[in-house]
Nanobody, 112 residues
Framework: QMQLRESGGGSVQAGGSLKLSCVAS????????MLWYRQAPGKERELVSS????????TYADSVRGRFVIFQDNVKKTLYLQMDNLKNEDTAMYTC?????WGRGIQVTVSS
């Protein structure tokens, strides 16, 4: 059974950057839909970005389009989320999911 481990979160000032990584224990990316979600306290979970390798399709939430980039490294079995020009409202717990398997999540905190 695949396991996922996120890293790269932390605290950053507004305008800064972070790169989240989601390492999979097995590499089956070519057949998977890979997604990053986030959830802020008191708010509903939000789909931030996705890669659908079956349809060669990448999506972004309107709130992050132009600032975040999702990409994968099949050799490293890793899904990434490059986050630039971070805003206070990006503060949340970020979680990756690949082929229906969920990571444990990692905190991102953006301060002014």
């Amino acid at each position: 059974q695949m396991q996922l481990r996120e890293s790269g979160g932390g605290s950053v000032q507004a305008g800064g950057s972070l790169k989240l990584s989601c390492v999979a224990s097995v590499g089956i990316f070519s057949r998977c839909v890979m997604l990053w979600y986030r959830q802020a306290p008191g708010k509903e979970r939000e789909l931030v970005s996705s890669i659908n390798n079956l349809r060669n399709l990448t999506t972004y939430a309107d709130s992050v389009r132009g600032r975040f980039v999702i990409f994968q490294d099949n050799v490293k079995k890793t899904l990434y989320l490059q986050m630039d020009n971070l805003k206070n409202e990006d503060t949340a717990m970020y979680t990756c999911t690949i082929c229906g398997t969920w990571g444990r999540g990692i905190q991102v905190t953006v301060s002014s």
